[in-house]
C-alpha cells in the first residue's frame, strides 16, 4: 500500500529564513506528487504537483519541490518566508493509473517575526 | 460554479441524530471524493465517485456512513446516528479525469460538524 511520511509536524522558522518540509513516499511504481497548503479555516489549495519531466517543480509564493526517485522523497523548500507562509502542508502521492490519493499527516509551519 | 462548494460550512448536532453534508463539484468533474480531517491530523479517505458510482468505499468508517452522487453532480455524506468521534472537517475535492486518467484534486472549504 502507497503511504506518504511527513516526519516534521511542527517547523518554527523565523521571517526570512530559508524553509525546507520534508516528504517520503514509498512506491516502487511510476506516481504523481503534490504539495498542498492549508490556511486556518481553509481548504486545502494547491501549491505545486510533480507529473513529469523537470524533478524541479516550481509552485506558487516562490515555493518549489524537487523530486528525488531515489530517495523517494518529494521535499519542499522556500528560500525566504513570510508570515503569511504560516499554514499546515501536505504533502499527497497518486499512483499513475489510479484515483486514489494519500495524503501526509501535515507539517505545520509556523513563522516567527 | 469556479470551485468545490460544501454546505453546511458549520453543523452542530446532537449525538445520535442524522446529519448530510453536500457537496457541489467543479462542473465537468467526472471523479469526486470525501476525505475526513480529524483536528491536528492528516486526511483520511473515505470514499472515490467516478461519475455516480462509487467503485471505493474502503475508507467509510463503519455502516453509519453512506454517500450517493446523483446527475455526476453532487454528491451527499449521510451519518446516521452521529458519534462524538464523528467530529471532524469533512473535506469534498473533485478531479477532472483526462485519458481515464485523474490529476490535480480540487478542494472545497470543508463541513466541520460537531457532535455534542
Known amino acids: 500500500a502507497q503511504s506518504v511520511t511527513q516526519l516534521d509536524s511542527q517547523v518554527p522558522v523565523f521571517e526570512e529564513a530559508p524553509v525546507e518540509l520534508r516528504c517520503n513516499y514509498s512506491?516502487?511504481?511510476?506516481?504523481?506528487l503534490f504539495w498542498y497548503v492549508q490556511y486556518p479555516n481553509q481548504g486545502l489549495q494547491l501549491l505545486l504537483k510533480?507529473?513529469?519531466?523537470?524533478?524541479l517543480v516550481k509552485g506558487i509564493n516562490g515555493f518549489e519541490a524537487e523530486f528525488n526517485k531515489s530517495q523517494t522523497s518529494f521535499h519542499l523548500r522556500k528560500p525566504s518566508v513570510h508570515i503569511s507562509d504560516t499554514a499546515e502542508y501536505f504533502c499527497?502521492?497518486?499512483?499513475?493509473?489510479?484515483?486514489?490519493?494519500?495524503f501526509g499527516t501535515g507539517t505545520r509551519l509556523k513563522v516567527l517575526a | 460554479g469556479a470551485g468545490v462548494s460544501q454546505s453546511p460550512s458549520n453543523k452542530v448536532t446532537e449525538k445520535g441524530k442524522d446529519v448530510e453534508l453536500r457537496c457541489d463539484p467543479i462542473?465537468?468533474?467526472?471523479?469526486l471524493y470525501w476525505y475526513r480531517q480529524r483536528l491536528g491530523q492528516g486526511l483520511e479517505f473515505l470514499i472515490y465517485?467516478?461519475?455516480?458510482?462509487?467503485?471505493?468505499k474502503s475508507g467509510l468508517p463503519s455502516d453509519r456512513f453512506s454517500a450517493e452522487r446523483t446527475g455526476e453532480s453532487v454528491s451527499t455524506l449521510t451519518i446516521q446516528r452521529t458519534q462524538q468521534e464523528d467530529s471532524a472537517v469533512y473535506l469534498c475535492?473533485?478531479?477532472?479525469?483526462?485519458?481515464?486518467?485523474?490529476?490535480?484534486?480540487?478542494f472545497g472549504q470543508g463541513t466541520r460538524l460537531t457532535v455534542v
Open positions: 475535492a473533485s478531479s477532472l479525469v483526462t485519458g481515464g486518467l485523474t490529476v490535480e484534486a480540487f
Open positions: 512506491s516502487s511504481v511510476s506516481v504523481y
Open positions: 510533480y507529473l513529469s519531466g523537470s524533478t
Open positions: 499527497a502521492v497518486s499512483v499513475r493509473g489510479t484515483y486514489k490519493y494519500i
Open positions: 462542473s465537468g468533474h467526472t471523479a
Open positions: 465517485f467516478q461519475g455516480n458510482s462509487a467503485p471505493d
